[in-house]
């Protein structure tokens, strides 16, 4: 601003004096202006930077790595009512990230309980890999909607954290004390999927899975959900027919699921 009042005194090359006269006294104005702000700045006192919006950062790969084969089906027929599935073979490697798609009733849930050892085999069979520790999101999510307050349920499923580390966990997730202390029921469902996360954070998981996720998920945890897988590195199935969640979340392969027939894409 001084070096603006300085040209305009110079520079000028018309012969009408009120005009410079007047030029001169506004750029005079903005300087004082300026130097009024920097005193003022200088007076300012130095604060840390303000604290940013919480983001789900999922860091679940507590527990060791499990063997190099996870999971796999040998000549695995399973039946549920009139519906058949397989036979299937199947082997899913460490640190694979597979989608499992397919239309509604076409047996993707079957083939998931197959896979983990929850449904019993007609014919053929399945086995986990030594050291693989399943962490499913639905059913740790189940643990939340009972009347007791969050920090006592999530208490109760890992009984070997102290309530003040439970409440240390829950905070990296976004849960503070206004959560903490409320029932366990009144939580929406994003925090209800954070409570899960966190769980499954606490127990160490290496083998995650996802059972069309996206069903009873507003668009804001859907969104926190995807951002969390983001930066999983263990091994993960993921069930869903949500279109926008397989082009966000990354795959390395692809298992579709038609008319009890599983073939890979």
Do not use: C
């Not at 503070?176 to 899960?196: D, F, M, Q």
């Amino acid at each position: 601003m001084e070096k603006g009042v300085r040209n305009a005194r110079r520079k000028a090359t018309d012969n009408d004096k009120i005009g410079r006269k007047h030029r001169a006294e506004s750029t005079e104005k903005q300087a004082a202006k300026a130097r009024q702000t920097e005193r003022l700045i200088e007076r300012l006192d130095v604060v840390e930077e303000p604290r940013k919006e919480w983001e789900l950062r999922m860091e679940i790969a507590a527990a060791p790595r499990s063997g190099a084969v996870v999971a796999t089906l040998r000549g695995a027929v399973a039946r549920r009512g009139t519906f058949a599935l397989g036979p299937v073979d199947l082997q899913i490697d460490w640190a694979d990230r597979v989608a499992i798609t397919g239309a509604n009733g076409s047996g993707k849930s079957t083939l998931l309980a197959a896979l983990l050892g929850r449904l019993e085999l007609a014919e053929g069979g399945a086995a986990l890999g030594p050291g693989v520790v399943v962490g499913e999101v639905d059913q740790a999510r189940a643990l939340f909607f009972g009347s007791e307050t969050l920090l006592e349920a999530f208490g109760a499923a890992v009984p070997e954290l102290a309530p003040a580390d439970v409440r240390t966990l829950l905070a990296k997730f976004g849960l503070k004390a206004e959560h903490v202390l409320r029932s366990a029921a009144t939580l929406s469902p994003g925090e209800r999927t954070r409570s899960a996360l966190a769980l499954l954070q606490a127990r160490g998981v290496n083998l995650l899975v996802l059972d069309e996720p996206t069903n009873h998920l507003d668009l804001p945890a859907i969104e926190q959900l995807e951002s969390a897988l983001a930066s999983y590195n263990g091994t993960l199935l993921l069930v869903t027919h949500d279109r926008r969640m397989l082009e966000a979340v990354h795959t390395t392969r692809r298992l579709e699921v038609a008319d009890g027939r599983v073939a890979e894409r």
